[in-house]
């Protein structure tokens, strides 16, 4: 596939102005009749071709003006049509397409799922369904006709208002009109048809416009939609408070399908849903899932201003939809729940998923500058940190010059497809900010690092700080040029309150952030009395490394004293890290060394600390992932001795404090119905990483505890949480619970993902075997995403162990299952594969085995575009 380049972006040569379609649903022969307004750009020479996309189409009818076009005036191909001379004056161009949805494995553009027909047309989808100027910058006003036979679909849907509906006459079919007056791109189009059950409410905008709002789900889950309702109300009204957003059209319909891609689609006024993000009940969803909701809710809905309204020039600019929706979701559940997890939360995610994204053979730019699938590029860096920057310079221009800026983007370029320059013109218009140094943010892969060195000198009471920042080295990117980055910091005397210094120099300061515009600062604090504790990046303001070596004292006393939750909580985790490490490093040479008491009694002192949030407690309580102890260490990387480290200090841990884990697993145990609430999960968190603790604790009744906790449950949490230690800590009851779980659940498809997952991150040797024999499992389903993604992608990105073995069966065992899958759903295999993307990192054992499993992925020659391009950066 060729490469498409930012530096070659020219504006389409004709317009689409408005889009007629009707679709004749027919499970292998849908009929698509499309008309398409067409006009030439006025500065195009008259006569020039017109070029439509297409994707597996077949045409049926061609007609320019009311007249069927002659063999000559076009040529025509599966994935392209060319008008070879169109008139010089708009016109109008009726095209008759037929397509198999039935047949759509790949379920991009229109295709089935359980008997229900609904599309993706993001990215590339649109093409599936009609030839098409299938890119963001063409903005058409749509009109879609729904046909189906009435009984397997009475509900009819599709964008905007629904105009008319009605019988066709003579048949046993029916059809809706649907209308969305409002222009977009094609891949916002949707349509949905099925026998589907309505959960209808309604909202009221801050202009008192009325809007109907429906959920719609398969029968028999009605039930389980009134988080989600309750979800999508929230975040209609946080919108129009914080950003004074309001929605736009007179119905908002969200509909639930169990096949799907990805997790969600914000198509204008018809949002489709992976169901896993709509569907819950205290039974089969944890805590997690229903604060998984109600972000993807909150998200997909603010995407009708920012991605909707406003959308994309061209797709490199991807992040300037999702890195801001991102960023406005976030801030969402920042106060539907607690600011603070919040933070940590999705800090811990982009340590996890996009650190080692932006490290390995996948980096690239929040904005890539060139792709060969675009599919590819839905990735961490866009979405994540593509948030983290618009977070930055919030942080920058302070909250008041940010939602200047904002009011005037969404002014300026509403109904507009636009860019990332645009975005950052309109808060330099608004600030008198020059961004030009900030938007290297958008441009240069790779975390930077800030190393940081300090000296006190107590004549002078003068603190100095030295700091310098850099990029490792990425893939096509040697060097780079010095970030802006916002240091938010506090110098912590020895009461524990914040320093204030007398003056600053060699840096500019605002508030309590330090701003970093050059390769190398350094600073001098006067008026400081006493040797004072650093806390930097507070509230992880900017996405960097941070490069200091700290006293193990200072960390224990910025764990215990720091005012800011976040460096609180990173303290711990450093300690914990640095402890870790030196384990790993000590297994590795064939000794086991016993974790050290200092850190350790942190982890008690966390534990007994009567102050701290229950939810904060539970995360300051959670060990660094296996996956960021090896991204810690970085290379030669040995998953077992990591695994056997991390297993060390939970024991040394849980055998000191067994007494009050215990308790707290107790204490913190919620009584009563069931709530979401952010508040008692919380505590539902505390009790259960309490039990996690314990579980290992060598004392008499910890089997016994947890199996308990895990048999009496009376909610999805806690069971999942009990299944866990029984199955990965190989406990008494292990096979038990799990037949119990499957007779309880085995009618819920989303509690059986768990069941599946909970499987595949078993560590121990006999989980390959496992996952083997579940491939033939009534319930495994290798057609179906979730299904596909529960039983493999957790196992290769959750059992790096198992995933990573010695003897390379757990790469072969990936490596075969994405060559299968390809064949059918190109976008899953791609995803799956990129979790070979740190294989650079492991030992050179592991190191040969996952490229030679590369290589047999890389020598078939059928590969899909997606898995291509994936399995050729990995290997480059
Ligand atoms: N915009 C969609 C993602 C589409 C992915 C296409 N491969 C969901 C979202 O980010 O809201
Ligand atoms: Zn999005």
């Known amino acids: 596939a060729p490469a498409i380049r930012l530096e070659d972006y020219q504006p389409p040569v004709y317009r689409i102005e408005k889009v007629h379609l009707t679709v004749k649903l027919d499970p292998a022969e849908t009929e698509v009749v499309a008309t398409l307004s067409v006009a030439r750009q006025a500065d195009v020479q008259a006569g020039t071709p017109l070029v439509l996309d297409g994707d597996e189409l077949s045409l049926r009818?061609?007609?320019?003006?009311?007249?069927?076009?002659?063999?000559?005036g076009y040529?025509?191909?599966?994935?392209k049509l060319e008008i070879h001379a169109p008139p010089s004056k708009p016109f109008d161009l009726k095209i008759t397409t037929q397509i198999n949805p039935e047949a759509n494995t790949k379920l991009m553009g229109l295709y089935r799922s359980s008997g229900t027909y609904c599309t993706q047309c993001e990215a590339e989808g649109f093409r599936r369904i009609t030839y098409f100027l299938d890119r963001p910058d063409v903005l058409a006003i749509y009109t879609t006709r729904v046909e189906a036979p009435k009984n397997d679909c009475p509900v009819l849907l599709a964008n905007g208002n629904l105009m008319e509906k009605g019988d066709i006459d003579g048949t046993d079919r029916h059809y809706a009109l649907w209308h969305d007056p409002h222009p977009k791109p094609a891949y916002l189009f949707a349509l949905v048809a099925g026998n589907l059950a309505q959960v209808p409410d309604r909202f009221t905008t801050a202009s008192d416009k009325k809007v109907d709002l429906n959920i719609y789900v398969e029968h028999g889950n009605e039930g389980l939609c009134s988080w989600a309702m309750d979800s999508l109300k929230r975040s209609m009204k946080w919108d129009e408070d914080v950003f004074g957003r309001e929605y736009d059209l007179d119905v908002f319909n969200i509909v639930a399908v169990s096949d799907f891609n990805m997790g969600a689609m914000e198509n204008k006024g018809l949002n489709i849903f992976n169901d896993k993000y709509v569907l819950a009940d205290p039974e089969t969803a944890t805590d997690q899932d229903y604060a998984n909701i109600e972000a993807v809710i909150a998200h997909e809905y603010f995407h009708n201003w920012t991605g909707n309204r406003i959308t994309c020039r061209d797709w490199f600019q991807l992040c300037l939809k999702e890195g801001l929706t991102v960023f406005r979701d976030q801030e969402f559940t920042s106060d539907m729940r607690s600011r603070p997890v919040k933070r940590i939360t999705d800090v811990r995610l982009l340590k996890t998923h996009q650190f080692p994204e932006d490290a390995g053979p996948l980096a690239h730019p929040v904005r890539p500058r060139v792709y060969h699938e675009i599919n590819n590029f839905y990735t961490a860096t866009v979405y994540e940190k593509g948030a983290e920057v618009v977070r930055m310079l919030k942080t920058v221009l302070g909250d008041e010059g940010f939602h200047k800026g904002l009011d005037l983007y969404f002014d300026r370029h509403d109904g507009e497809a636009t860019t990332i320059e645009a975005f950052l013109t309109c808060f330099e218009d608004t600030t008198g900010t020059d961004l030009s140094q900030f938007a290297l943010w958008y441009e240069q892969a790779g975390t930077p690092v800030v190393s940081v060195a300090s000296a006190y000198d107590a004549d002078r009471q003068t603190y100095s700080l030295s700091l310098s920042q850099e990029i490792p080295p990425v893939p096509g990117q040697r060097s780079s040029k010095p970030a802006v980055i916002p240091l938010r910091f506090g110098l912590l005397g020895p009461d524990g309150k914040d320093m204030h210094a007398t003056s600053a120099s060699g840096i500019k300061i605002s508030g309590d952030v330090l701003l970093m515009e050059k390769s190398r600062h350094e600073i001098t604090f006067s008026g400081i009395s006493s040797q004072p504790v650093m806390s930097l990046l507070r509230a992880f303001s900017a996405p960097v490394r941070i490069d200091q070596k700290f006293a193990t004292a200072d960390l224990q006393f910025l764990a215990a004293r720091d005012n800011d939750p976040f460096n609180r909580w990173q303290a711990v985790q450093s300690l914990a890290m640095q402890e870790l490490v030196r384990l790993t490093g000590t297994l590795r040479h064939g000794k086991l060394g016993a974790p050290a008491d200092g850190v350790v009694s942190v982890f008690g002192a966390v534990l007994n600390d009567q102050n701290l949030d229950p939810a904060l407690k539970a995360l300051a309580l959670t060990l660094p992932s296996e996956?960021?102890?090896?991204?810690?260490?970085?290379?030669?990387?040995?998953?077992?001795a990591i695994l056997a480290a991390r297993k060390q200090l939970r024991q040394a841990i849980a055998r000191q404090f067994h007494g009050a884990l215990r308790a707290a697993a107790l204490e913190f145990a919620p009584r009563g119905d069931y709530s979401p609430d952010a508040e008692t999960a919380g505590k539902r968190a505390l009790s259960n990483r309490a039990a996690y603790y314990y579980a290992v604790s060598n004392t008499e009744d910890a089997a016994q505890f947890t199996w308990d906790r895990f048999s009496s449950a009376d909610n999805m949490t806690d069971r999942l949480a009990g299944l866990m230690l029984l199955v990965h800590d190989h406990m008494p009851g292990e096979t038990a619970a799990l037949d119990l779980y499957l007779s309880r659940h085995e009618k819920s498809s989303l509690a059986m993902d768990k069941w599946f997952m909970v499987q595949a991150t078993a560590p121990g040797d006999g989980t390959l075997a496992t996952i083997k024999s579940l491939f033939s499992h009534p319930l495994y389903d290798a057609t179906n995403p979730n299904r596909v993604r529960a039983l493999l992608q957790s196992f290769a990105t959750g059992n790096a162990t198992q995933f990573a073995r010695p003897d390379g069966a757990g790469f072969e065992l990936v490596a075969e299952s994405v060559l299968e899958i390809d064949k059918r759903n190109p976008q899953v295999a791609s995803r799956l594969l990129t979790s070979f993307r740190s294989w650079r990192?492991?030992?050179?054992?592991?190191?040969?085995?996952?490229?030679?499993?590369?290589?047999?992925?890389?020598?078939?020659?059928?590969?899909s575009r997606d898995s291509r391009d994936i399995i050729d950066r990995t290997l480059q």
């Open 61 to 72: 009818e061609l007609k320019l003006n009311g007249e069927v076009l002659p063999d000559d």
């Open 75 to 79: 040529t025509v191909s599966p994935d």
């Open 627 to 640: 996956a960021d102890i090896a991204q810690e260490i970085g290379k030669n990387v040995d998953p077992d």
């Open 841 to 863: 990192a492991l030992d050179a054992n592991r190191c040969a085995l996952a490229e030679s499993a590369l290589m047999k992925i890389s020598s078939c020659e059928d590969l």
